[in-house]
């Protein structure tokens, strides 16, 4: 089955406390992308990859870091996470040419 | 900077009646997308409508683009207890103005309450 697999679904941390989700997808597709989802914002975009090696921010970036070595990982990394982090992620990929995304199930994260 | 409007941003309604979601846009766009997302819920890809004049249809939903008025509607017929979400538009910018990051911006959604 085609689709984007996120982990974990739920995580509570502390401040400060070194934390990666993971992003996997099974479409050999070139592009991939992290959004968080906040009540009355909507969702935007933190950052992006085309490709294997190619990242870039996206609007909301401060605070995280991102790689790509893979095709199909994509995994957000919190150095230092603060409850202002405290969100709904989605991690979403798609083909080159912009066919809209397939979105992974979501990770609910809380910063104490 | 690309804004995506979308309204209303709550609407009640009752089975059986018909409404309509609109989403703006404010920069030069060919293609928009529809999601759907229950509570505590992934996004579900309703619609992918690509050019000017675009209508899509499946069961009690229709969409449609107006990209010279930067409008697209959700159209919802005979509403049913089962659509009840949070419905999102999101647009790209058109590719020769950001080549590079296929991203969507999204509006704030509207929150789809229908009462039996």
């Known amino acids: 089955e085609a689709q984007v697999t996120q982990n974990p679904r739920y995580l509570i941390t502390v401040t400060g406390k070194k934390l990666t989700v993971t992003c996997s997808q099974n479409?050999?597709?070139?592009?991939m992308s992290w959004y968080r989802q906040d009540p009355g914002l909507g969702l935007r975009q933190i950052y992006y990859?085309?490709?294997?090696?190619?990242?870039d921010k996206g609007d909301v970036p401060e605070g995280y870091k991102v790689s790509r070595k893979e095709k199909r990982n994509f995994p957000l990394i919190l150095e230092s996470p603060s409850p202002n982090q405290t969100s709904l992620y989605f991690c979403?990929?798609?083909?080159?040419?912009?066919?809209?995304?397939?979105f992974g199930s979501g990770t609910r994260l809380t910063v104490v | 900077e690309l804004k995506v409007e979308q309204n209303p941003l709550f609407l009640s309604m009752q089975e059986g009646k018909n409404y309509t979601i609109y989403c703006n846009y404010s920069?030069?766009?060919?293609?928009l997308y529809w999601y759907r997302q229950d509570p505590g819920k992934s996004l579900e890809s309703l619609f992918v409508?690509?050019?000017?004049?675009a209508v899509k249809q499946e069961g009690r939903l229709m969409a449609s683009l107006d990209t010279k008025a930067r409008l697209s509607t959700l159209h919802i017929t005979a509403a049913v207890h089962d659509l009840s979400a949070t419905y999102f538009c999101?647009?790209?910018?058109?590719?020769?103005?950001?080549?590079?990051?296929?991203?969507?911006?999204f509006g704030t959604g509207t929150r789809l309450t229908i009462i039996p």
């Open positions: 920069t030069t766009s060919d293609r």
């Open positions: 409508l690509l050019s000017n004049g």
């Open positions: 999101a647009v790209d910018l058109a590719l020769w103005a950001y080549f590079g990051n296929e991203k969507l911006t």
């Open positions: 479409m050999n597709h070139e592009y």
């Open positions: 990859s085309m490709n294997v090696e190619v990242t």
């Open positions: 979403a990929s798609s083909r080159t040419g912009n066919y809209g995304y397939t």
